[in-house]
T-cell receptor, first 114, second 113 residues
Framework: QKEVEQNSGPLSVPEGAIASLNCTYS??????FFWYRQYSGKSPELIMF????GDKEDGRFTAQLNKASQYVSLLIRDSQPSDSATYLC??????????????FGRGTQLTVWP | DVKVTQSSRYLVKRTGEKVFLECVQD?????MFWYRQDPGLGLRLIYF???????EKGDIPEGYSVSREKKERFSLILESASTNQTSMYLC????????????FGQGTRLTVV
């Protein structure tokens, strides 16, 4: 069973701060990593994906991947109250009988207070 | 835009009823998935399918079955609904290629009374 672990929340930061969300995974062969945001009562929506070691930036979001440490993180700069949501880390199985399946962490609930 | 559409946003069913949850995607994706989501437990995979008439059990298939007669449609069936199947059900689809994400439907909130 492939495992994806996220830092336990909830996480609470003031508006304008940097929010840091962390995720570790057990399958060393994983190649594709995703961050989804889920507002209460809504379905998950993709906000970032990363496939290569290092950093990937998209606006206020930065995903960081370290395959040697089996670690992926999401940084949200200049956090806004509208960023308050649950963030789900997902790792895709890229080989074998489960090819294409996404394994999800349990999520980290983020609250950004004004 | 990719669209994954679930047939109902909210459903209330009685214990013992047979329940059908329908999911349709319009992007010709090979992969389709059914998850349930419960507080504190995250997203758990019930069943997935890589092709028409093909299905694979996920982590929690007990009490569920699925049907995929056409590529765009993936149905989840609760053979005899029970109160512990009250949950949010999420359908997703994805292409078969590496480095591609899954797209989710809007979810069905099922309550079994």
């Amino acid at each position: 069973q492939k495992e994806v672990e996220q830092n336990s929340g909830p996480l609470s930061v003031p508006e304008g701060a940097i929010a840091s969300l962390n995720c570790t995974y057990s399958d060393r062969g994983s190649q594709s990593f995703f961050w989804y945001r889920q507002y209460s009562g809504k379905s998950p929506e993709l906000i970032m994906f990363i496939y290569s070691n290092g950093d990937k930036e998209d606006g206020r979001f930065t995903a960081q991947l370290n395959k040697a440490s089996q670690y992926v993180s999401l940084l949200i700069r200049d956090s806004q109250p509208s960023d308050s949501a649950t963030y789900l880390c997902a790792v895709r199985a890229d080989r074998g009988s489960t090819l294409g399946r996404l394994y999800f962490g349990r999520g980290t609930q983020l609250t950004v207070w004004p | 835009d990719v669209k994954v559409t679930q047939s109902s946003r909210y459903l209330v069913k009685r214990t013992g009823e047979k329940v059908f949850l329908e999911c349709v995607q319009d992007m010709d994706h090979e992969n389709m998935f059914w998850y349930r989501q419960d507080p504190g437990l995250g997203l758990r995979l019930i069943y997935f399918s890589y092709d028409v008439k093909m299905k694979e059990k996920g982590d929690i298939p007990e009490g569920y079955s699925v049907s995929r007669e056409k590529k765009e449609r993936f149905s989840l069936i609760l053979e005899s609904a029970s109160t512990n199947q009250t949950s949010m059900y999420l359908c997703a689809s994805s292409p078969p290629f590496a480095n591609t994400e899954a797209f989710f439907g809007q979810g069905t909130r099922l309550t079994v009374v």
